[in-house]
């Protein structure tokens, strides 16, 4: 009976107890990490010293406090760099009974002098050996301009000495012509100065960088480009021309230079004003020297007690013996309107065309026609009002500085005048 039970039970291990014996080998092949013992379990105090143990023998983790609270461990306070944090969280995880670990630890921002330095020095020692390699390539540049600046001033030379025999072109065209060369001369010598410095650069390849970058750069500096082109229509057909007197809004004065993209203008006041050239291309501009001589006008009154005809007379007189007026063209005096308290006259002479001429002019004329006036008794009046009064208002006039002295007016049969400005 014992050995049958005893051939039973060795059966019952064979066939039963096999699978247990396969479950446990394969719970022993799989990771550590993905199981939580629950038996002989690494206490949370021996984690804590042996972790504590490794960071004490480090320098760079002593800022670091270590706790653990059932295989959970935490870091808590400050690692130099990113680089130690990651570190300590990998050796954490690969410790004996840690389940999970939680760094709450920062990472220190302070800037590492030494370690910037070192990239600094790198990349300008970079730039040092790339400076040196290009050095040449660079002088060949600088030789390049200084050979197109010479060229610039020798065309400069060449064309001033051919406008000098060329009389008939006009000085704004000679010097369209001469910014426009040297404009030229600039761009070709910088074209190549950049297949110089840069050798893989052709002159196609910079003139279609050229024609690209030209677009944006319209957009950019589209008031400079429109200064531009104003300037060349204005050196080229405009009809003012240097030294000429000209009016546009506000602005009154001589020309004194006109570039391609602003005009000098020296005000009668002595201040220089610097004009865009799309300003004077827009608006109207009123060229006071285009001719030699220029037409003044002025008003002037005599009493209406006067003889129109004879005062007329007398004032084209005054005017045409004055030695700033022009004999040549005539003076004329018309009767023009009657005023408040004068008929007045518009005189109009020619004189020469530029402000001051017309100014000096100007004063001449209306001293001689005061002088003429008085000479022949013809009164220039003061502007007076005459006062009517409706109903009667008694006032006495006094005589001398005795009160008894009066005399009794009616004022509402009289005229009172008075005198005002």
């Not at 104003?230 to 009016?247: E, H, N, Q, T």
């Not at 003044?296 to 004055?322: K, P, Q, S, T």
Request: hydrophobic share 45%; with cysteine.
């Amino acid at each position: 009976m014992q050995h049958v039970f005893l051939i039973t039970f060795v059966a019952l291990m064979q066939f039963g107890g096999a699978p247990s014996a396969s479950t446990e080998d394969s719970a022993t092949n799989e990771p550590a990490s993905s199981t939580v013992q629950v038996e002989e379990v690494v206490s949370d105090r021996a984690i804590e010293a042996r972790l504590s143990g490794i960071f004490d023998a480090r320098e760079d983790f002593s800022d670091v406090t270590i706790t653990a609270d059932h295989g959970v461990v935490s870091f808590d306070g400050l690692f130099k760099t990113q680089e130690d944090a990651d570190w300590a969280t990998d050796l954490a995880e690969r410790t004996e009974g840690v389940v999970v670990v939680d760094n709450l630890a920062n990472v220190e921002n302070e800037i590492d002098i030494a370690e910037n330095w070192g990239v600094i020095s790198s990349s300008l020692g970079a730039l040092w050996k790339d400076f040196l390699r290009r050095l040449p390539l660079l002088i060949a540049g600088v030789i390049t301009i200084v050979l197109t600046s010479v060229v610039s001033k020798s065309v400069a030379w060449g064309l001033t000495k051919i406008f000098s025999r060329q009389k008939r072109i006009r000085p704004s065209l000679r010097d369209l012509i001469f910014q426009l060369v040297t404009i030229g001369v600039w761009i070709a010598g910088l074209l190549v100065t950049a297949v110089v410095v840069f050798p893989g650069m052709t002159p196609t390849r910079a003139l279609t960088l050229l024609g690209v970058g030209s677009v944006a750069i319209g957009f950019a500096f589209k008031d400079i480009f429109e200064n531009f082109f104003a300037g060349i229509l204005i050196l080229w057909r405009y009809p003012f021309d240097l030294g000429d007197f000209i009016s546009s809004e506000d602005l009154t004065g001589q020309v004194e230079e006109i570039t391609v993209r602003n005009t000098m203008i020296r005000r009668l006041d002595g201040e220089l004003a610097v004009v865009p050239n799309a300003m004077l291309f827009k608006t109207a501009v009123d060229v006071l020297t285009d001719k030699s001589s220029r037409r003044v006008r002025l008003v002037c009154g005599v009493a209406y007690g006067e003889d129109v005809d004879r005062a007329r007379d007398v004032i084209a007189d005054a005017v045409r013996a004055c030695i700033t007026v022009d004999g040549d063209r005539l003076v004329e005096v018309f009767a023009k309107e009657f005023a408040d308290s004068s008929v007045n006259y518009e005189v109009a002479w020619w004189t020469g065309s530029t402000p001051g001429e017309v100014r000096r002019s100007r004063d001449e004329v209306v001293s001689a026609i005061k002088s003429a006036l008085d000479r022949e008794g013809i009164e220039i009046p003061f502007p007076y009002r005459t006062l009517t009064f409706k109903d009667s208002v008694p006032m006495r006039i006094q005589a001398g500085s005795s009160p008894e002295a009066t005399l009794p007016v009616d004022v509402a049969s009289a005229s009172h005048h008075n005198e005002h400005d």
